[in-house]
């Protein structure tokens, strides 16, 4: 089965206004509209930086007892964390690399090369 959602622990914590430490959450498999949606935000033209925090707002569905994780929410996290989910978000929603698997034809040794498409035709 496949998994969807993933629990995290973030390394130190975001504190909302009333100075409770939220830490424990859930982020869920990113969708090509998480991705695209974000693009076309005024903050994302104006700095890329941006992208992330508006991906993260759409892919981040729990936050200890927050009601809501938006892009504010996201603003405020100390660097450590917004790194963490960062790293997360890559890990969880990366594809299997693909490799191809032929063999030397004048030595017949086995060779595994990782197939970049990014890279293709250049």
């Not at 869920?28 to 508006?54: G, N, Q, W």
């Not at 191809?100 to 035709?121: I, S």
Request: aromatic fraction near 8%; glycine fraction near 6%.
């Amino acid at each position: 089965m496949l998994q969807t959602e993933f629990d995290f622990t973030l390394p130190q914590g975001y504190v909302d206004d009333s100075g409770t430490l939220h830490r424990e959450g859930k982020m869920r498999l990113a969708t090509a509209m998480d991705e695209m949606l974000p693009l076309r935000d005024s903050r994302v033209k104006e700095s890329s930086e941006y992208l992330i925090i508006l991906i993260l707002s759409r892919v981040v569905v729990s936050l200890g007892t927050l009601t809501e994780v938006d892009e504010k929410v996201i603003e405020k996290l100390f660097v450590a964390d917004l790194t963490y989910l960062q790293e997360l978000y890559n890990r969880v929603n990366q594809a299997e690399q693909l490799v191809f698997e032929g063999a030397c034809p004048e030595c017949g040794k086995k060779v595994t090369v990782p197939v970049n498409f990014q890279q293709a035709g250049r």
